[in-house]
Structures are given as C-alpha cells and as structure tokens.
C-alpha cells in the first residue's frame, strides 16, 4: 500500500512557475513508476508525465513537453513537477500516481493515486 498527498498547487499568471509535490509514504518509493495526471473541468483525465525507477527515463506529454520537468528524489520519497511557462490551458487538478508495471501504458496501470491539487493559471 502506497499513501501519496500532493501539495503545491495555487493561482498563477499566465507564464508563471509552479512546483508540485507528491509525498510517498508506505511500501517502497523507490520500486514504483511514478506519475503525474491532470484533470480539467469536463474533461477526462489526462497523462502529464512520467519517470521511471532510478529516474532512468522520463516521458512527457506533447502538450507540456519543454515546460514542465518531472523528477524523484528517492530518499526523500518524494516525486516532483516543475511547471513553468504555465499556460490558461494548464489549469486542472493535478494527480500524482504510483505503478507497479515497468512500463505503464496508462492511468488504469497506476494502483495508487493521491487526492489531488488545483493548479488555476489566470489569463
């Protein structure tokens, strides 16, 4: 069993930074993919970005590829998301996620979900 709590979403202007965090407590952070998802008003949810373990790679949506970073940090069990150059469009509930699966193909591969952060990017 994984607990994750995210914080660190708020209102920002347009091109704006923010950094989200996603604190792990229970099994073995380290072991899991980590995620990051988004989901807007009347919208599904959607995939943000990704890390594998160690870090060894990194995906990211096309939307938000070369603006937002995804990182861990593995002794703090802690996953991150660097926003910058945030955009109207970016506004959403922010999820972070923890699979089990080397390789998730999508959010029904993530078995633990936090409760979610609102990130509101003003025009």
């Known amino acids: 069993q994984v607990q994750l709590v995210e914080s660190g979403g708020g209102l920002v202007q347009a091109g704006g930074s923010l950094r989200l965090s996603c604190a792990a407590s229970g099994r073995t952070f380290s072991s899991y993919v980590m995620g990051w998802f988004r989901q807007a008003p009347g919208n599904e949810r959607e995939f943000v970005a990704a890390v594998q373990r160690a870090a060894l790679k990194m995906y990211y949506a096309d939307s938000v590829k070369g603006r937002f970073t995804i990182s861990r940090d593995d002794a703090k069990n802690t996953l991150y998301l660097q926003m910058i150059s945030l955009k109207p469009e970016d506004t959403a509930v922010y999820y972070c996620?923890?699979?089990?699966?080397?390789?998730?193909?999508?959010?029904?591969?993530?078995?633990?979900w936090g409760q979610g952060t609102q990130v509101t990017v003003s025009s």
């Open positions: 996620a923890a699979s089990s699966r080397a390789v998730p193909s999508g959010g029904r591969d993530y078995e633990y």
